[in-house]
């Protein structure tokens, strides 16, 4: 019998919705959005955003309420997942989060901080549907990664009542209809012990 216990050492657990927007399938991004809302980290709970794009000017912001939390998590994922946010180097800047919602409907992340108020709508729902990665199956990442991906049909950012340009493009996972803009929730990280 295979044991219903995973194996491997809990790294983080939370949510991981990202969103990546442009004007045509496959063409240069308006928004790259990364939002985190961890539970359980090395570095504590909390949240962080990371932004870039026409919004910012292609530079990358970093909004947060755990400095600790962001470091760590970048240096041992956001880094492998996008490159760009992985720089340590970037300042922080303090926010407050928030959601608003329900994923029935809508799902927005609200991001206030002293110089920006942003927001991230993902509405018109996929079938949720279960990704599962072991330790290592995926080049260059020694992780695995089990999360429920809600993929959107339609997105948006606003960044100081300026909505962002672009939109989601559909991008299949494996036989399930999936988006270039997902909710996801339920997301834990692991690392073999």
């Known amino acids: 019998m295979v044991s219903p ?11 991981n919705s990202f969103m990546r ?18 539970l359980l980290s090395p570095g504590g709970p909390g949240h962080v955003l990371f932004l870039s794009g026409e919004v ?8 947060t309420d755990n400095v600790a939390m962001t470091r760590w998590l970048q240096g041992e ?11 340590q180097d970037i300042p922080v800047i303090d926010a407050e989060f928030e959601r608003l919602g329900d994923v029935r409907s809508f799902s927005t992340e609200a991001i206030v901080s002293r110089d920006a108020d942003i927001s991230l709508t993902w509405y018109d729902f996929a079938e949720p549907f279960v990704i599962r990665a072991a330790p290592g199956s995926t080049p260059g990442r020694p992780h695995g990664v ?15 009542g300026e909505t962002s340009e672009g939109r989601p493009f559909p991008a299949e996972r494996d036989g399930h209809e999936s988006s270039t ?3 996801a929730w339920s997301e834990t990280w ?3 012990h």
Request: net charge negative; charged share 20%; hydrophobic share 35%.
């Open 181 to 183: 803009a997902c909710l």
């Open 77 to 87: 994922i956001q880094g492998l997942l996008t490159p760009e946010f992985g720089d």
């Open 21 to 38: 927007l442009s004007h045509e399938d496959g063409g240069p991004l308006t928004v790259r959005a990364s939002h985190w809302r961890v």
């Open 56 to 63: 910012t000017d292609d530079q990358v912001h970093i909004y």
């Open 146 to 160: 089990y999360s429920v991906f809600i993929p959107a049909r339609r997105a948006y950012l606003t960044f100081n």
């Open 190 to 192: 692991v690392k073999p």
């Open 5 to 15: 216990t995973d194996p491997n050492q809990v790294l983080l657990t939370g949510e």
